[in-house]
């Protein structure tokens, strides 16, 4: 079994839909990271948490350490958000182990 | 600031060649890795570094080597390429251990044949 899963592997929406990703870990973490890569490949941060809720934007990120889990929603999504979005628990000395991804397609 | 650079972009090998890929930050990060990316895998770790000088395995580091002589720099050398190496690298810096925000080079795509 992975130690990082997420779901759904490939989820296609219309513009303006609400998105939900999840995370579930199974190692012991000091933070997660959410990971988006762009269909040319480059990797960027969208949010590293420990604990509770974080917001940027249209993009809500929340963590429950009792269960092992992780969410991010893209509100009102547009095409743009079209990416490879990754979960990435961190484990102690700064080890990230890395899910598989999410295929966001989001079309107008 | 440039943030984390990487070169070449694309590079084809031959099986048994070595090459170096590079990897710079300007941030003035202590902490650099590198991963390999392939299709229906996360990234996997290979190399890290908490510091110039210390350098460690992460979960693939065979057939790779690498060195950090200084906080700028951090190359991944492949000692005699495989098919098995063809994927897309990663490098990636974060200010320090726990809890920091990682920043990721472009990538290089390399093909061994």
């Known amino acids: 079994k992975n130690e990082v899963e997420q779901s759904p592997q490939n989820l296609t929406a219309q513009e303006g839909e609400f998105i939900t990703i999840n995370c579930s870990y199974s190692?012991?973490?000091?933070?997660l990271h959410w990971l988006q890569q762009h269909p040319g490949g480059g990797i960027v941060s969208l949010f590293m948490?420990?604990?509770g809720k974080k917001k940027h934007g249209r993009l809500i990120a929340t963590i429950n350490i009792q269960e092992k889990h992780s969410s991010l929603h893209i509100t009102a999504s547009h095409p743009r958000d079209s990416a490879v979005y990754i979960c990435a628990p961190e484990t102690s000395g700064s080890r990230l182990t890395f899910g598989e991804g999410t295929q966001l397609t989001v079309n107008p | 600031n440039a943030g984390v650079t990487q070169t070449p972009k694309f590079q084809v090998l031959k099986t048994g060649q070595s090459m170096t890929l590079q990897c710079a930050q300007d941030m003035n990060h202590e902490y650099m890795s590198w991963y390999r990316q392939d299709p229906g895998m996360g990234l996997r770790l290979i190399h890290y570094s908490v510091g110039a000088g210390i350098t460690d395995q992460g979960e693939v580091p065979n057939g790779y080597n690498v060195s950090r002589s200084t906080t700028e720099d951090f190359p991944l050398r492949l000692l005699s390429a495989a098919p098995s190496q063809t994927s897309v690298y990663f490098c990636?810096?974060?200010?320090?251990?726990?809890?920091?925000?990682?920043?990721f080079g472009p990538g290089t795509r390399l093909t061994v044949t």
């Open positions: 948490l420990s604990s």
């Open positions: 190692v012991g973490i000091s933070a």
């Open positions: 990636a810096s974060s200010l320090g251990l726990a809890g920091n925000e990682q920043y």
